[in-house]
């Protein structure tokens, strides 16, 4: 049985602050590919080139039709993960343009759809959605 985790990355642009054909957030790999009891280390990457953004938050969906739960947030090189996954994720980060995720001991919990947002301290308006990484987990040995 293979479970899917899908990462996708959006950016927060408020009213009239960036425009949107030239502030962009982007996110790799494409796909990973990767088993039960294994780790994502660094490799879900996050990066935009926003002004004045220093926050890269992260997201995870666990499902179509569920709400997106905060897993966690770089302020600048300080990262903020949730209580409730600071022992199963960490963040990195290199200033306020880029951050990555890591995941450890994959388990099939872990399948989903990971978010991230580029975000400054007092941003309003819509999320706009743009790029994502597919990540395979299999409990089998095999892939």
């Excluded at 953004?53 to 903020?80: C, Q, S, T, V």
Aim: aromatic letters at 10%; hydrophobic letters at 35%.
């Amino acid at each position: 049985m293979i479970f899917t985790v899908f990462v996708f990355c959006f950016l927060h642009l408020p009213g009239n602050n960036g425009n949107p054909l030239t502030s962009m957030v982007f996110q790799t790999p494409p796909f990973i590919i990767k088993r039960t009891g294994e780790s994502v280390a660094s490799e879900i990457s996050c990066s935009h080139n926003v002004p004045n953004y220093d926050i890269i938050l992260w997201y995870k969906r666990e499902g179509e039709h569920k709400a997106l739960k905060l897993l966690g947030y770089m302020n600048n090189i300080f990262p903020y993960p949730e209580d409730d996954v600071k022992d199963k994720i960490s963040l990195d980060g290199d200033d306020r343009n880029h951050a990555s995720l890591s995941i450890s001991d994959l388990s099939l919990n872990d399948s989903g759809v990971y978010f991230c947002a580029a975000s400054q301290h007092s941003a309003a308006g819509s999320p706009h959605f743009n790029t994502k990484t597919l990540l395979h987990l299999s409990d089998r040995q095999t892939c």
